[in-house]
């Protein structure tokens, strides 16, 4: 991902090799490589800049990775610190945001709500929302299944992606599943919201490893009708589907070819 710190671009990564690293974009030169000196942090598998406690001179990064642990870095162009959370009791040290069991795959910052919440999927089957207010404690979990890789956020909406190839919409407010569509093939790996020029969420993108790209509606109205097609194509499939039992019955010709044949035998 790309930021601007103290005037410069940098280029922020991280993969496989449990590294976040540093970019000058314009000279190539690596500024910084941000690794945990105490919890083991595997494979970095999402990044993102808190712009609500960022400022010009300063970039507050947050960090997912194969393991549980979130983290939360301070970078400066001369130098970085991994910020020690509050403590769940006095004297104790919290040095991650450890709310999920297993993968945390995405994070995502809510620019839509009132105070820029963390949102995050995990390989635990649940998106979880984690409240600023509560020293990012979980708020709201959101129980999908398999895992869940991908989580996007709108002011009517919590919509959650992943192996199980389901797109789930949740009512924000209730926090009950809405709808479930289908249309994948195999794995949702990402979901992106469109948005229009006002910055209104206009439809959510879904990728997938099947190897397509979808788009699906964010207005209740559209939702219920892909959900009625969905519907009606089940119908369809089971009227099609052959009886189980009919199949292994003989029709009178074929009996009698039979009985003709055990005759023969005989």
Not at 103 to 127: C, F, N, R
Request: proline fraction near 3%; aromatic fraction near 6%.
């Amino acid at each position: 991902m790309c930021a601007r710190l103290s005037g410069k671009d940098v280029l922020i990564s991280g993969g496989a090799d449990k590294k976040i690293i540093v970019w000058d974009v314009a000279s190539g030169a690596r500024l910084h490589t941000l690794q945990d000196a105490v919890v083991n942090m595997l494979s970095v598998q999402d990044l993102v800049v808190d712009h609500a406690g960022s400022t010009e001179d300063e970039i507050l990064l947050i960090s997912a990775s194969s393991d549980p642990h979130i983290r939360r870095w301070k970078i400066r162009l001369t130098r970085w610190e991994q910020l020690v959370e509050a403590p769940d009791t006095p004297g104790t040290e919290r040095r991650t945001i450890l709310e999920h069991e297993t993968t945390v795959y995405k994070l995502v910052l809510d620019h839509d709500g009132d105070e820029v919440d963390l949102w995050t999927s995990s390989g635990d089957g649940t998106a979880k929302c984690l409240s600023r207010l509560k020293d990012f404690a979980a708020d709201d979990t959101f129980f999908h299944g398999g895992h869940v890789r991908a989580v996007a956020v709108t002011d009517q909406w919590v919509i959650t992606a992943g192996r199980d190839e389901d797109i789930k919409f949740w009512d924000r407010t209730s926090g009950r599943l809405y709808s479930s569509l289908e249309g994948h093939f195999d794995e949702v790996t990402d979901l992106l919201l469109l948005r229009q020029p006002s910055g209104t969420s206009e439809k959510v993108c879904s990728v997938s490893i099947d190897g397509t790209v979808r788009t699906w509606p964010l207005d209740k109205p559209s939702i219920a009708i892909l959900v009625e097609e969905q519907e009606a194509r089940g119908k369809e499939g089971k009227a099609e589907e052959p009886d189980p039992k009919a199949s292994h019955l003989l029709s009178a010709e074929e009996e009698e070819e039979l009985a003709a044949l055990m005759e023969e035998d005989e």
